[in-house]
């Protein structure tokens, strides 16, 4: 029996331990656990049935997270101890490959914009030789790839020249046609003796069949003394791993020096669309009229859209990007609003608009064609318990907004 006594002791602690974890989980789940649901105005209840609100609440000066579907509201804290250490914070719309492709998504990051998926594959880009290693000559980009039917997984590596050592290169977006693999990412560079400090917009061009870099495009660059006084600004969706983007849309600003108690003045303001296909950027000109808006540009497919809120409700101004002109703007009237001061949450996706604003008794949510401009669903996103029982500093808002499939 002495000879088990290490085993059983260990056996005993993790017992103890994991029982712990959940008394502890089901304790703070108990104390702070809101419950909502999504009840329909009007309109098709299809619309919802693959719809997932990532929402907050603060109770008790903290935020807690919920995820709001057709089916209720439930607290992603409160899955198992093994979910909790194999992904702890994944993103909703990970959460299939982890479950579907266990053996691929070992090791990865679990970041929407490193990841490209269409009907028969799952594509994942990362940089090894970011954060900061040793100075080098080159940066090592690796591409993985899962043949989704077969289920067989194939990767390879490509180095590539850089002229600096960088600390950090983001990956922001990935766009895979034509036979090739372009990754947009913001390249971090810190300042030293030698070098001025910099951030750069890149897209890489890999040639997928040949496995090699094909071009290296900087789209966008700011210095070390430009970096505090101006911004690098991408309007692309980062969320997702569906949407492949035939253009990129980002703009450049530089500000005057910041005064005590004022915002920053404009010096100047350029917005860019890459062409993916072409490998090829434009300057692209708003209307001065919609210029105070520009920081709320949306890009979806082949159009801009740059929202205007007012009192009443949302106006949502279309460009064509191939067409090369403007379309009549999409018009949305609030039902009610609780605090115009609020911004709504919007988003673009499969050919619609989802919009969420609050209203004095929850959250409205409006769903739009985006081809006829026809509402096609209206509900509202409301606590479904006793509200006596809950603490006045309660407030859902809306983090994202996912259309699973």
Same mark, same amino acid.
């Given at each position: 029996?002495?000879?088990?006594?290490?085993?059983?002791?260990?056996?005993?602690?993790?017992?103890?331990?994991?029982?712990?974890? /959940?008394?502890?989980?089901?304790?703070?789940?108990?104390?702070?656990?809101?419950?909502?649901?999504?009840?329909?105005?009007? $309109?098709?209840?299809?619309?919802?049935? +693959?719809?997932?609100?990532?929402?907050?609440?603060?109770?008790?000066?903290?935020?807690?997270?919920?995820?709001?579907?057709?089916?209720?509201?439930?607290?992603?804290?409160?899955?198992?101890?093994?979910?909790?250490?194999?992904?702890?914070?994944?993103?909703?719309?990970?959460?299939?490959?982890?479950?579907?492709?266990?053996?691929?998504?070992?090791?990865?990051?679990?970041?929407?914009?490193?990841?490209?998926?269409?009907?028969?594959?799952?594509?994942?880009?990362?940089?090894?030789?970011?954060?900061?290693?040793?100075?080098?000559?080159?940066?090592?980009?690796?591409?993985?790839?899962?043949?989704?039917?077969?289920?067989?997984?194939?990767?390879?590596?490509?180095?590539?020249?850089?002229?600096?050592?960088?600390?950090?290169?983001?990956?922001?977006?990935?766009?895979?046609?034509?036979?090739?693999?372009?990754?947009?990412?913001?390249?971090?560079?810190?300042?030293?003796?030698?070098?001025? $400090?910099?951030?750069?917009?890149?897209?890489? =061009?890999?040639?997928?069949?040949?496995?090699?870099?094909?071009?290296?495009?900087?789209?966008?660059?700011?210095?070390?003394?430009?970096? $505090?006084?101006? =911004?690098?600004?991408?309007?692309?969706?980062?969320?997702?791993?569906?949407?492949?983007?035939?253009?990129?849309?980002?703009?450049?600003?530089?500000?005057?020096?910041?005064?005590?108690?004022?915002?920053?003045?404009?010096? *100047?303001?350029?917005?860019?669309? /890459?062409?993916?296909?072409?490998?090829?950027?434009?300057?692209?000109?708003?209307?001065?009229?919609?210029?105070?808006?520009?920081?709320?540009?949306?890009?979806?497919?082949?159009?801009?859209?740059?929202?205007?809120?007012?009192? +009443?409700?949302?106006?949502?101004?279309?460009?064509?990007?191939?067409?090369?002109?403007?379309?009549?703007?999409?018009?949305?009237?609030? *039902?009610?609003?609780? +605090?115009?001061?609020?911004?709504?949450?919007?988003?673009?996706?499969?050919?619609?608009?989802?919009?969420?604003?609050?209203? *004095?008794?929850?959250?409205?949510?409006?769903?739009?064609?985006?081809?006829?401009?026809?509402?096609?669903?209206?509900?509202?996103?409301?606590?479904?318990?006793?509200?006596?029982?809950?603490?006045?500093? =309660?407030?859902?808002?809306?983090?994202?907004?996912?259309?699973?499939?």
């Amino acid at each position: 029996m002495k000879k088990y006594w290490k085993t059983i002791s260990i056996s005993f602690f993790i017992v103890v331990f994991i029982s712990s974890y /959940y008394i502890q989980k089901t304790a703070m789940a108990s104390k702070n656990d809101r419950t909502y649901k999504i009840e329909t105005i009007s $309109g098709n209840k299809e619309e919802i049935e +693959n719809l997932i609100l990532q929402t907050s609440y603060q109770s008790n000066n903290l935020y807690h997270m919920l995820y709001i579907s057709k089916d209720g509201s439930t607290n992603p804290n409160n899955q198992s101890f093994f979910r909790d250490l194999m992904a702890p914070n994944e993103p909703m719309n990970l959460r299939k490959y982890i479950e579907e492709h266990r053996n691929f998504m070992r090791g990865k990051e679990f970041d929407p914009r490193k990841y490209f998926e269409d009907k028969s594959r799952l594509i994942y880009t990362t940089f090894l030789d970011e954060g900061g290693k040793e100075a080098s000559n080159v940066v090592t980009l690796q591409i993985d790839t899962l043949d989704k039917n077969t289920n067989d997984s194939s990767s390879f590596k490509i180095d590539i020249p850089v002229k600096a050592s960088y600390d950090w290169i983001n990956v922001n977006d990935v766009y895979v046609g034509n036979g090739k693999i372009n990754i947009l990412t913001t390249n971090y560079l810190s300042a030293n003796y030698l070098i001025e $400090g910099r951030e750069e917009l890149h897209v890489y =061009s890999i040639d997928e069949n040949k496995k090699e870099l094909v071009k290296d495009a900087i789209l966008a660059e700011l210095v070390s003394e430009e970096r $505090g006084t101006s =911004s690098i600004r991408i309007f692309n969706e980062y969320n997702t791993t569906t949407q492949n983007e035939n253009y990129y849309l980002y703009m450049v600003e530089k500000y005057s020096d910041r005064k005590e108690d004022t915002e920053p003045e404009v010096i *100047s303001s350029q917005i860019y669309l /890459y062409n993916n296909a072409k490998n090829e950027a434009v300057e692209w000109t708003m209307p001065e009229e919609l210029k105070p808006y520009r920081k709320s540009m949306l890009i979806h497919k082949e159009t801009i859209y740059i929202p205007v809120y007012s009192a +009443n409700g949302l106006t949502l101004n279309r460009y064509h990007i191939e067409k090369k002109q403007w379309e009549d703007p999409l018009t949305l009237q609030y *039902s009610s609003i609780a +605090n115009e001061n609020d911004a709504p949450y919007l988003r673009i996706a499969e050919g619609k608009f989802y919009l969420v604003y609050r209203v *004095s008794d929850g959250q409205w949510l409006s769903i739009v064609d985006l081809c006829t401009g026809g509402l096609i669903y209206e509900g509202k996103i409301i606590i479904s318990v006793d509200k006596k029982n809950q603490e006045a500093d =309660s407030s859902l808002t809306i983090e994202q907004l996912y259309t699973m499939h």
